[in-house]
């Protein structure tokens, strides 16, 4: 049998699959559908300081192989998780990683210490990229400088491993990267969201009140999995590589060009039970290609 497990240094996982932020609500809804102890991690949805309603409908509109999504980073605050985490630990040994957001440096930083105070959560998921945000989709994580001031910030007030999540809506993803793990993340996590946009001709309109919205699912995979590469040949702490996985060869792909694990999103939308069917995949393609452990083909793209 295939070995799945992965190493990350500072915590080892199960299996490379990790469920996306945004794409696996708070974990809870998914327990009627299956066993989560099965993956690899699990990461809450975005989380600010206070509740939020997120952006006016519609929200989600489908394109060919793919999704455009504008929520708005909807929330119930960071109080209301808390109580959340404490239960789903309850139901689940899966490690719990928290997706930390923030309207300021100091709201990112807030946040991030009060979860990372809690015994339930296993690791941060700084979400320096969410292009949903009002000013045209600027993020931190669209300015070197601007992401190392944040990772530092944040750093000083955690004592969990910090996970920064990365923009590919930047002209040098490579240099934000560099910048984040200098600053001291202890993992990278890509790509967020493409930014792109839908009109409605009728009206002459955008069809997201926010203009522009986040482009994800199968679609993006190329795109995805080129800047995971890009960024796997400089960076010297793991990368978790995400963005159109649907498959159990997806993820070998990305761990091919360098990714220690994986995230899956889109696909938990239209198949709940996505997880479970590409973990046996992975399984299934490992035996077929007598690949022993993901370490013998991690990063060993031949070009
Ligand atoms: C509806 C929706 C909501 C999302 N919410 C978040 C979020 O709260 N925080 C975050 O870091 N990423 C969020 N994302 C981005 C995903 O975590 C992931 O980076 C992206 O969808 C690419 O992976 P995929 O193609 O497998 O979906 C969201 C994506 C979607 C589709």
């Not at 997806?250 to 091919?256: E, H, K, S």
């Amino acid at each position: 049998m295939a070995d799945l497990t992965v190493d990350l240094g500072f915590r080892t996982l199960k299996n490379p699959v990790i469920t996306a932020s945004g794409t696996f609500g708070y974990g809870e809804e998914f327990l009627p559908f299956f066993d989560l102890d099965i993956l690899g991690a699990i990461i809450m949805k975005g989380i600010f300081r206070e509740p939020r309603p997120g952006n006016p409908p519609p929200r989600l509109v489908e394109t060919p192989a793919g999704v455009l999504n504008s929520i708005g980073l909807a929330g119930p605050g960071s109080e209301k998780l808390q109580e959340i985490i404490r239960r789903l630990h309850t139901r689940t040994n899966t490690p719990i990683i928290v997706n930390v957001c923030g309207e300021d440096d100091r709201e990112f930083a807030e946040v991030a210490a009060v979860f990372s105070a809690m015994d339930e959560v296993a690791m941060l998921e700084l979400n320096i990229s969410c292009p949903n945000i009002k000013k045209g989709g600027a993020c931190p994580a669209q300015d070197a400088d601007h992401t190392a001031r944040l990772v530092r910030q944040v750093k000083k007030v955690v004592g969990k491993p910090l996970i920064v999540k990365l923009s590919p809506n930047t002209a040098d993803i490579v240099e934000v990267a560099q910048a984040a793990q200098d600053a001291g993340a202890d993992a990278l996590s890509l790509v967020n969201t493409f930014l792109g946009l839908a009109v409605d001709l009728e009206k002459r309109k955008p069809v997201f009140a926010n203009v522009y919205a986040g482009l994800s699912g199968p679609a993006v995979k190329p795109l995805a999995l080129r800047l995971v590469r890009e960024v796997c040949r400089r960076s010297y702490v793991p990368v978790i590589g995400m963005g159109g996985i649907s498959s159990g060869r997806d993820v070998l792909d990305y761990i091919l060009v360098g990714a220690a694990a994986v995230q899956i999103g889109t696909v938990n939308f239209y198949e709940p039970g996505a997880a479970v069917r590409i973990i046996g995949e992975i399984e299934t393609e490992m035996d077929k290609l007598q690949i022993k452990n993901l370490s013998e083909i991690r990063g060993k793209l031949q070009t």
